[in-house]
Structures are given as C-alpha cells and as structure tokens.
C-alpha cells in the first residue's frame, strides 16, 4: 500500500490552484452555455484540441466542450485519487456509460464480478451498449478473459453486501486488461485502487462525494491517455456535469475526510450493537471481527467505511416492517449523506436485477442496507433499537 493520502490540507485546497490570479476564494460558477470567440483561428484550434479530449485548450468555446467551474472540481478530484486526470459525469451511471462506450470496438466484451450496483448490472447484463458480460467470482476472472474482452469490471467494497474485493489480485489475473473499480463506498479517503493497479476508478458522486444528498453526479479517475477517450465520449453523448452541481461537489471536498472518519466511527458502534440483538439473524460489515477474511482492510483500505448491512429474522415482512417504525432514520435509497438512510435492496435499490442473480449476490428478502451519518450514534441506536424490539416482541408472541 502506497503512503499517499489524501490529506486535510488537498481537501480544503485541490482544485482552487487558480484562484489568487483570478482573485476568487470560492470556486466561481461559471454557467455560460457558449463564450465569445476572439481570434477565430485560435477557436478553431481550441475546438480541435478540445475534441481531441484535451483537458482545455486557449478557448472554452462551447459549454459541452469545457466548463471550468466542472474542471476545478475533476482536478479536486485527480488530487484525492493520486490520478492524473479526473472525468465528470452528470451520474454514476453516465460514468459508468462513457467508460463502456470508450472501449475500443473491437474490445466490447466485459468480465464483470457480482454483486455490483443494481443499475451498473443492469446496464451490463442488458447489453443495451452493445457490450457482452461474463460474470465471474474474484478468483475466476483469468478464466473468463477473451481477444475481445475490453475491461474488468469490481465493486469494492460491494452493493450491498459489503463483500471485499482483492483489488491487486484483480489486477493480476487481468493482466494488460484495464480494470475498472466501482469504489463509491470506500471514496478516496479510504481506498485508492489506481495506487494498486487499477486503470480507472469510478464513483458515484451523488454519494459520499457530495455528501449532503443534493446532487448527482459521476466521475472517473484514470490516466491522461483514458480521460481522453472519456471525454470524446463526453462530448458526444452529452453526459455532462453541470457547473452548479460541481460546485457543490467542490464545496463538499474539503469536509470529505471529516464526514467518512465521523459516519465510519459511528458505523462501527451500530453494527457492534446489531450484531447482539436478538431480531438481527446477520450483519455485513468489514469492520466487525472476522469479516475481512483476507485482511484488506489497513492493506487496502484505511477503513471499514460507514455502510453497513442487516438481516433481520422473518424476512420480508420484518425488515419492510421495520422501515415503517424507524422515527429518524430515512428510509430511502443512496448513500454516503449527511443524514443516515436506510432502505430495503430486495424491493429498491437491487429490485431491477433477476432472481436468481440477486440470489447469486447474497441479497436475501431480510437485508436492508444502512449508511451511517453524521448524526450523534446514540439517537441512532435508540431509533434503530425501538424497531428492531417491536420485530423481537411480535415475533415471539408468533412462536
Ligand atoms: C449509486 C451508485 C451507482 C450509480 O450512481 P448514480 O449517481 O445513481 O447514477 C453506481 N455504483 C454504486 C456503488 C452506487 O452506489
């Protein structure tokens, strides 16, 4: 593991290089749709360079081009991965979307490890993208690997079971296959898979990145040689990053660290106290002893990360049950906010997924997902622990 990280000091200043010589000390929105051209040669040049994929260029042109409210943010961002380039997406499925479409053509078959994202499945197991998936475990994925396959595709850790993944083994099975890492639960305060091998790292920035549950977006994090494939295909599809919502992705960068450390803490308390009460049949957290079999986290991660996973006994009914009795604690899909969130995979975020794949994937009709927030752990408990003995209770009035 590298000693790189992403420290206090890049959170509060990555991406605002610029800002004495334009004398700002907040990051400008800039929401021009198109910039007047001055010598019309040079705009010429600026447009080529741009669709060449070039980060900028002398003029923005056009805002499907460039925006430089949204290129501060991507810089941000290439800090807090190590990378050398950043690409930003209007979500984490157009992100997802780009790094597919940017495979060569001939190189459209994808070797993919589930569970992944409900949608990121779909997307794959669809071929809507003309791409062809063979799905493998961790430990299979030289087996799978064909002439045409493009990319390796993990999510690490996984949705939603929190399931691990040996990002460098990964790496060493593909061999000169680029692998893709899914890594919006870890975000790069803890876990920066280019530093172990990988090609690109992806995230869902309407999570964790942005933190306070008010904007989506999606990003890649990969060399300068892949950021330009990603954003010819940017500016060809339109997948854009709006400048308002990357400035609030830049405004939430400097308090990335704060807010993973304090959800991770409390996370861990939460699953301690799950773990012991008598209506949880199982918790999925890496955090706990005993679930991080191949030791990844301190090699891998910094951390165990603030979601975690619960099954309850009786199934569907109790945890849909328990969703109804929760006070505090939101019941809705996503992620990594400031607020904690809880909902139930089988019925929402996992639901688009066939049977037996969610099967496959560990995700039972008893799981529901929580993402820790910022919130003081205690109420957190009290709420969580009021709904967990009413299922307790009701059950052993049944028995
Ligand atoms: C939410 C999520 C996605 C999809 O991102 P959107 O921003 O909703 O498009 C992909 N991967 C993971 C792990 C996610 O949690």
């Not at 690997?145 to 079971?161: S, Y």
């Not at 929190?162 to 639960?185: H, W």
């Amino acid at each position: 593991m590298s000693t790189y990280r992403f420290s206090h000091t890049d959170a509060v200043h990555a991406g605002r290089d610029d800002f004495r010589s334009i004398g700002a000390h907040a990051p400008p929105i800039d929401l021009s749709s198109t910039y007047p051209v001055g010598d019309p040669d040079t705009a010429t040049a600026s447009l080529d360079a741009l669709c060449e994929g070039q980060a900028q260029a002398a003029e923005p042109v056009y805002a499907r081009l460039h925006n430089p409210t949204v290129a501060r943010w991507e810089q941000a961002l290439a800090r807090a991965e190590n990378a050398e380039a950043a690409v930003a997406f209007g979500s984490g499925m157009a992100a997802l979307t780009a790094a597919l479409l940017s495979l060569p053509t001939d190189r459209r078959h994808v070797v993919a490890v589930r569970p992944v994202y409900g949608t990121s499945d779909h997307l794959l197991a669809s071929g809507l993208l003309g791409q062809q998936v063979s799905w493998t475990t961790p430990d299979r994925i030289a087996d799978q690997l064909r002439a045409d396959t493009g990319l390796v595709i993990i999510e690490t850790p996984a949705n939603p079971t929190l399931a691990l993944i040996d990002i460098e083994a990964v790496v060493r099975q593909a061999g000169e296959i680029p692998v893709l890492v899914d890594s919006t639960f870890a975000t790069p305060v803890l876990q920066r898979p280019l530093e172990l091998g990988a090609a690109m790292v992806m995230h869902s920035a309407t999570k964790f990145l942005g933190g306070h549950g008010d904007v989506m977006a999606g990003v890649i994090a990969c060399n300068e040689a892949r950021a330009r494939g990603l954003r010819q295909v940017r500016i060809a599809t339109g997948a854009l990053l709006h400048p308002w919502a990357a400035f609030l992705l830049h405004r939430s960068m400097p308090t990335l660290r704060l807010r993973v450390e304090r959800a991770q803490a409390t996370a861990l308390k939460l699953a301690e106290r799950l773990a012991r009460h008598p209506a949880v049949a199982q918790v999925h957290y890496p955090g706990l002893s005993g679930q991080d079999p191949m030791g990844l986290i301190g090699r891998q991660m910094d951390g165990p990360g603030s979601v975690l996973a619960f099954e309850v006994h009786g199934g569907h009914e109790s945890a849909t049950g328990l969703l109804g009795t929760l006070k505090l604690i939101t019941p809705a899909v996503s992620l990594g906010s400031v607020d904690s969130l809880i909902q139930h995979p089988a019925g929402l975020t996992h639901r688009v997924m066939d049977e037996d794949a969610r099967r496959q994937g560990g995700i039972s009709p008893g799981l529901l997902r929580l993402s820790t927030g910022l919130e003081e752990p205690e109420d957190l408990w009290a709420d969580l622990e009021a709904a967990l003995d009413r299922i307790a209770s009701r059950r052993e009035r049944a028995a």
